[in-house]
């Protein structure tokens, strides 16, 4: 036999198993080159894959494997060397490179694990992601049920609206099967269930406020799960197989409402909380979440906000009504009052020229028989019934000026007037009372004093005249002592004088006067009562009874108005008074000092000038016959030649150019005025007229105006005396003119 060079199999194998090998080897052989090319296909696609040259020797070590396998088939049969070195090499390669591929196998690994690690949180994040995106679908779907329940709850101002507005909408938002409300009673012992949202349960049922669950939610700013037994969940009967639903309760906070007293609500609340309690439906598993506990608690706090408005706009209403019913009252009070001022003014108006009327008939008819030929006895009744009238009309006086004062009528008179002549006057007056007494009477004007000053001459000499008589009238022996000087900045800070704090200018001045006697003196305990209306010391009182207890009560008035201060100081019965007070005047300018105009006064008892009027022609107009006759009596008596006329149109009709002067009575009518008025055109034409005087008892300053508005040439107070008619006349002759200050 031919020798070959051929490898036979080292066993026999069975036909069968040589078959199955053959056809295994054939379709792995198969498989292991298909598994390249799809090797091929992702490497070509994965453009991002790092690991690319792993992928081509995993490939080389498949291909390898199946051309292991492919070879493997020749090596069933009789087969050449050849195909065994082939085959071994085959194998060899495959070897290599399978231990290769296996050793980076042992580094690749762990950063594929790695990548897996990665992957896996990345899930995890995106699973958290997905659960806070939800959390959040979640918050904004209870952010739109807060803003639309809470959108209806401040929709209105009225609590009942509110409470009941937010049961409906709670329920409607959270499927509730019940929800209400407890409200703290007034005694504020128990809870009172006030609203309902299915109202199966009667409203007014009440339950202890000390339960220890309703403390367990007052405790808490949460909501608070309780058990469906407890009394404030018991909200509805329970019937069937059912069981009743979780149930939460969550408090409601209540303004204190000790400063708004709520008519139906307590009005001190030991429990500032209402209590408000939901439950879900009986019929299915469902169970609270945390986004629905978030929002009943949201929604509560607008409840309370809400409530608390609605309680200040019920308290502000009510407040409201009460101020409104108020000043109904007040304008009511003031009409009223108003009514009684002016019904008071009309009547001391009224009384005041019918009371000067009969006063001027007494007084000048008093004096006029004062200059008659009198025995001793007689003159001194005389005397004392001028006294006593002249007391009377000081008295109508100071009651008209403190009713003015009290009013707010009285008004100063702002002038430039002559200060050193001012305190000159006033002596004048007092002494000849206080020579009849026997006191001394003294004064000293401080240097510095300014001979001019501004300021209502008028009420500052009533008020020198009431303090200086009052140290004469409770004096019975002794010196009286007047001094005046401008007060200093320090002695404002007087702690007698505390509530006065006076302001210094460069063109203003305080006077300071002062007024001691050695008199009866006075308890100090009792000096604040002389500032009073009609009030009087008793024990000075009972020593002289004459006064009216209105001087010092009107000069306090007048000092005020003045800007100034008074006060009296005295060590005690029988030591003497000091009266001190201080009252602010203008300073004039200097070249004004120079041509101040000529002020006429009415004179007093001392008269200048012209004494005689034998032949004066006067025509006297008064509706009022006993004034009428008065008057004329006073003219006659002096020497004039009188003609009376008791009518307007007889007083036209009569008066002429013979007559040197018109007195005629004014009151608060115009038939005075118009006469005045319808004298001029009458005499229009003729520069000699007559003087045109007012005789009045009205007080008033718009009957000063009038007067000088419609041309009249002097206004004369009621009452008057023979001394004052003389000057009257004397003044009147030589000036032209003469108005009294009223």
């Known amino acids: 036999m031919e020798s070959c060079n051929c490898i036979d199999p080292q066993m026999a194998a069975d036909d069968l198993l040589v078959k199955y090998q053959y056809m295994s080897d054939f379709f792995i052989a198969l498989a292991y080159f298909s598994i390249p090319l799809e090797l091929i296909y992702f490497v070509k696609k994965s453009a991002v894959f790092p690991y690319r040259w792993v992928l081509v020797q ?30 071994t090499t085959a194998k060899v390669l495959t070897a290599v490179v399978s231990c290769a591929t296996a050793l980076m196998l042992v580094h690749i690994i762990p950063d594929l694990l790695s990548v897996k690690t990665r992957e896996l949180f990345l899930k995890n994040k995106a699973a958290e992601l997905d659960r806070e995106m939800g959390l959040i679908r979640t918050q904004e779907e209870t952010g739109r049920h807060v803003r639309m329940l809470t959108h209806e709850i401040r929709s209105t101002l009225d609590r009942h609206t509110i409470l009941k507005t937010t049961l409906i909408e709670l329920g409607r938002t959270l499927a509730l099967e019940e929800c209400a409300l407890w409200m703290p009673t007034r005694t504020g012992l128990e809870l009172q269930l006030s609203y309902t949202l299915r109202q199966q349960n009667p409203v007014g ?18 909501a608070v799960k309780i058990s469906h037994n407890c009394p404030v969940a018991r909200l509805r009967p329970y019937a069937g197989k059912y069981m009743p639903g979780a149930v939460v309760a969550v408090r409601v906070p209540l303004l204190h409402l000790s400063n708004f007293q709520i008519y139906d609500w307590p009005e001190v609340s030991t429990r500032n909380y209402a209590l408000m309690v939901l439950m879900l439906p009986s019929d ?5 979440h945390v986004h629905e506990l978030e929002l009943v608690e949201v929604v509560a706090d607008q409840v309370a906000v809400a409530l608390s408005h609605a309680a200040i706009l019920e308290e502000s209403m009510r407040a409201r009504d009460q101020l409104m019913e108020q000043n109904v009252a007040l304008d009511l009070a003031r009409r009223e009052a108003e009514t009684a001022i002016r019904a008071r003014n009309d009547f001391l108006a009224v009384m005041n020229h019918e009371m000067r009327t009969p006063m001027h008939a007494v007084i000048a008819l008093s004096s006029l028989l004062q200059e008659t030929d009198l025995t001793a006895e007689q003159r001194l009744m005389v005397e004392t019934i001028l006294k006593s009238s002249n007391l009377l009309a000081t008295l109508i006086n100071d009651v008209l000026d403190l009713s003015r004062l009290e009013d707010g009528s009285l008004q100063l008179e702002e002038a430039t007037f002559n200060l050193h002549s001012l305190f000159r006057e006033v002596l004048n007056l007092i002494k000849p009372v206080a020579s009849v007494k026997k006191l001394s009477l003294t004064s000293h004007l401080a240097s510095d004093l300014p001979t001019y000053a501004i300021g209502d001459e008028k009420r500052l000499m009533q008020t020198i005249l009431n303090v200086v008589g009052n140290a004469v009238k409770f004096s019975k022996e002794g010196c009286i002592s007047v001094t005046a000087f401008i007060a200093k900045p320090e002695s404002f800070r007087d702690p007698r004088i505390p509530d006065f704090l006076p302001v210094p200018s460069d063109s203003h001045f305080y006077l300071r006067v002062q007024v001691k006697d050695s008199g009866s003196g006075i308890n100090p305990q009792d000096i604040p009562k002389l500032f009073s209306k009609f009030a009087q010391n008793q024990s000075l009182a009972t020593r002289n009874p004459a006064g009216s207890g209105l001087g010092l009560a009107i ?14 100081e005295s060590e005690g019965i029988g030591k003497g008074c000091t009266a001190t007070f201080i009252v602010k005047l203008g300073i004039p300018d200097r070249s004004n000092e120079l041509k101040l105009p000529f002020v006429p006064k009415v004179p007093g008892n001392h008269v200048h000038g012209r004494t005689n009027f034998a032949g004066l022609k006067v025509l006297v107009m008064d509706d009022n016959g006993v004034s009428r006759t008065v008057t004329k009596g006073l003219l006659m008596h002096l020497g004039c030649d009188v003609t009376t006329a008791s009518s307007s149109e007889e007083c036209l009709r009569v008066v002429s150019l013979e007559h040197e002067v018109v007195f005629m009575d004014v009151c608060t009518g115009l038939d005075g005025y118009e006469l005045a008025v319808r004298i001029h055109e009458k005499l229009t034409k003729h520069q000699d007229r007559p003087l045109i005087v007012a005789l009045t008892g009205n007080t008033k300053r718009v009957t000063k105006e009038t007067c000088m508005r419609v041309g009249m040439d002097g206004l004369i107070l009621k009452p008057i005396s023979v001394d004052k008619m003389r000057g ?11 108005f009294e200050t009223v």
């Open 58 to 87: 995993f490939g080389a070590f498949i291909v390898l494997c199946g051309a292991t396998h492919l070879i493997n088939l020749w090596t069933f049969r009789i087969h050449s060397r050849t195909v065994a070195i082939v085959m």
């Open 205 to 222: 049922f009440t339950v202890p406020i000390h339960l220890p669950v309703i403390n367990q939610v007052f405790s808490s700013n949460r």
């Open 284 to 288: 299915s598993a469902r169970q609270w």
């Open 555 to 568: 000069c306090r008035r007048f000092v005020n108005l003045m800007e100034g201060h008074i006060w009296i």
């Open 728 to 738: 009257v006349l004397s003044e009147l002759l030589e000036r032209r003119v003469l």
